[in-house]
């Protein structure tokens, strides 16, 4: 990639060395237990203490772990389950794969979060849980949702997808309210190449969500006690997600670092905005998007194309807005209000190079790109 027009991905995954995976994966590949073994249980411990939380479950995936979290509460079928639209695809599957119902909110202007206004409005004798989600790796407004989920005996279920290493109140993401799960997809921060990891203080939960990850079964193996999943974590990409873990303050720093840079030199590009950061939370850095608005040289659709004929790859990011989507608009849902403020950010919002090995030639080029298209 040292070449100015190579192509330049939006994402890499850094990750750690290989002879060190097979050296932590060889005693479990030699034993034969290869899924659900010594590494993952390793795995899990680090999480907990990552964390600060007493129990972690390694799942296939953010996905699977999600849609554990919500079969995990017994809801019925059609109860609702109250979501941001701003967010990816995955959290309304997990809701639809249940049988429930989403209802979509609209997000702070800010943050991008979800607004804790809306899923207050959005509240009904049927809702079973309020699913916030990390945005780019920003934790949500967590003390305005712990206080409605308190006050109206509903669950949260975090999609925290994109937010392992994020922290709210100095405390690390992980434990707010009844579990939250993590991607290690590839496209994240830690990887474990691909699998999830839900967190929780709940005892009860977290012995049921080992046994749905595991087809739902009861302590004989035979019977099944829930309708789980096949979606456990193999002893290799649980090898791969303690050594990417075990070098978590590096990955994050350094992302932390390029959205720095970008943000000081997405100041100087007219009409174009960022993530508010809040004094009381910090991201992941898993994502850095540019948000392109109405007075800015160019449009946000003409940037992403411009971008790509110089061989950099960008994304619109979230978009289209998951309620508008083909997949969801045509399946049973709510949708509070217009989400104005969705529309808007889903139209501007532009995600850019962002990983944790990019260089800082890299990022200039990216720079000098936008520069050239927006200043
Ligand atoms: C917000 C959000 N939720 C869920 C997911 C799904 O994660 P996974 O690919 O691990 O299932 C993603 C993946 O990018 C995501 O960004």
Redesign the pocket.
Known sequence: MGNVNDPLPIIRPTLPDLEAVFAAVRDSYDSGTVTVGKVVDRFEREICRFCGVDHAVAVS???SG?MLSLAALDAPKGAEVIVPSF??A??AQAVLWNDLTPVYVDCLPGTMTVDPNEVEKALSTRTAAIMP?TIYGLPPDCDRLSEISREQGIPLVS?S??GLGSTYQGAAAGGFGRCEVF???P?KVITAIEG?VVTTNDSGLAAKLRSMRDYGKGPDGEEMLFNGLSARMSEFHAAVGLLSLRNAEALIEARLNLIRRYRERAAELHGCTVQDFPEDRTSSGNYFTLHIGQTAAKDRDAVFHALKTRNIQSKRYFYPPVHAQTAFRTRPHRVVGDLPRTWSISAQALALPLYSHMTAAQQDRVCRALESLLK
């Open positions: 995936s953010c996905t999600l967010t990816f995955a959290t989600v999609d997808a994109q991607s290690l997809s496209t999830g």
